[in-house]
């Protein structure tokens, strides 16, 4: 079982940065690959970025890269998206999502992954 707690949200004007986090709880989070997502107001959950468990593996949504940047510590059970040059259409609630494989974290699809509850990220003047 793996619980996952997103923080790190908040109000920022475009241009800005924020850097979002995801601690989770169990002593086998380690093995686990992490992915964030979003989910803006009326559109559907889209990925943004993924890291496997060794960190010798990331991938980006088109839209993010070079903006965005996923790191993990697992010494402290805890995965960041450090996010720069914000826009305004990055406004949603990011999650952040947790599965055995990397694939699947990435599709976020699959019925065994955990989610975190979310953390709001506002982009606005």
């Known amino acids: 079982q793996v619980q996952l707690v997103e923080s790190g949200g908040g109000f920022v004007q475009p241009g800005g940065s924020l850097r979002l986090s995801c601690a989770a709880s169990?002593?086998?989070?380690?093995?686990?690959?992490v992915g964030w997502f979003r989910q803006a107001p009326g559109k559907e959950r889209e990925f943004v970025a993924a890291?496997?468990?060794?960190?010798?593996?990331?991938r980006y949504a088109d839209r993010v890269k070079g903006r965005f940047t996923i790191s993990r510590d697992n010494a402290k059970n805890t995965v960041y998206l450090q996010m720069n040059s914000l826009k305004a259409e990055d406004t949603a609630v990011y999650y952040c999502?947790?599965?055995?494989?990397?694939?699947?974290?990435?599709?976020?699809?699959?019925?065994?992954?955990?989610w975190g509850k979310g953390t709001l990220v506002t982009v606005s003047l």
């Open positions: 999502a947790a599965d055995r494989s990397f694939r699947e974290v990435v599709a976020g699809k699959n019925a065994m992954t955990y």
């Open positions: 890291i496997n468990w060794g960190e010798t593996n990331t």
């Open positions: 169990g002593r086998t989070f380690s093995t686990y690959a």
